[in-house]
């Protein structure tokens, strides 16, 4: 699979082209530049550093080492989020009499506030990322999907210069624990933002920060959505008392993948 994606980014062409034109040779130019992907993939470069690209909730994102790689057990977190969003929209809770108002904090390639903004037309989207080499890249992706106008961007720490009357708090934030760092695949280690994996001894250092600073964003009845491990389920559980509806939502493979939890409504 990594030889024909590189193959395809070599040609810049698409899968359909690449079978349908099997017997095709390639230029001495395009021999060097496939070949140049390939000895980066041989050192441990992800694929997608090489291209630039990675597809998620199906867009096509650009990428770089500035910003993690979006992988397919966060659009758990995307479904959550639109199942309770859908569920206010049909009388499941309290109607807002305004747009929902949302905020991806960590948002990195943007690729949450982006497939956010994406399904829920009439929502007012806020991203924020402590980085402003990966602000770039996602601003970079809203103007490419035509999504620059739907998605307000923020420099800074997690919530802090945000509004207070937020629906929605949506998260994919570093949960790796340093003591497990020897059991994360070694390209993880080498080359995404370490910043962005890891979050302390444990893995719960930024989400112990983030939760109270949610608590006070969010609208009574408002909603904190996250992305965890299997490994940090439990603590993170415990670290939502006093919360409301506290869930933990399985990926594909049964190992808890999201939390959710309602801020109360009193």
Avoid at 62 to 67: G, H, L, R, Y
Wanted: aromatic share 6%.
């Amino acid at each position: 699979m990594n030889a024909e994606l590189l193959l395809r980014f070599t040609l810049d062409c698409d899968r359909a082209y690449l079978y349908a034109h099997s017997e095709r040779e390639l230029t001495a130019d395009e021999q060097a530049r496939y070949e140049a992907a390939v000895a980066e993939r041989a050192h441990g470069v992800p694929a997608q550093y090489i291209t630039g690209h990675q597809e998620f909730w199906g867009m096509d994102l650009i990428v770089s080492p500035a910003v993690l790689i979006p992988r397919p057990e966060t659009e758990h977190v995307i479904e959550t989020v639109l199942s309770l969003s859908r569920s206010s929209e049909t009388g499941g809770q309290e109607c807002a009499p305004h747009a929902t108002k949302i905020v991806d904090v960590g948002t990195g390639s943007g690729c949450i506030a982006l497939a956010l903004a994406k399904e829920l037309p009439e929502a007012e989207v806020y991203a924020t990322d402590i980085s402003a080499d990966a602000l770039e890249i996602a601003q970079a992706n809203a103007a490419r999907l035509g999504l620059g106008s739907r998605v307000q961007f923020h420099q800074s720490d997690l919530l802090q210069g945000l509004r207070s009357d937020l629906d929605f708090v949506v998260s994919n934030p570093p949960y790796v624990g340093e003591s497990e760092e020897d059991q994360v695949q070694l390209e993880v280690r080498r080359f995404e933002p370490r910043e962005a994996v890891f979050a302390g001894p444990i893995g719960t250092q930024v989400i112990a920060r983030l939760i109270p600073e949610a608590r006070k964003a969010l609208r009574p009845g408002g909603w904190l959505v996250m992305e965890i491990s299997g490994t940090i389920a439990e603590r993170v559980a415990s670290l939502l008392h006093g919360w409301e509806e506290v869930k933990l939502i399985p990926d594909l493979q049964s190992i808890p993948r999201v939390v959710r939890a309602r801020k109360p409504r009193s």
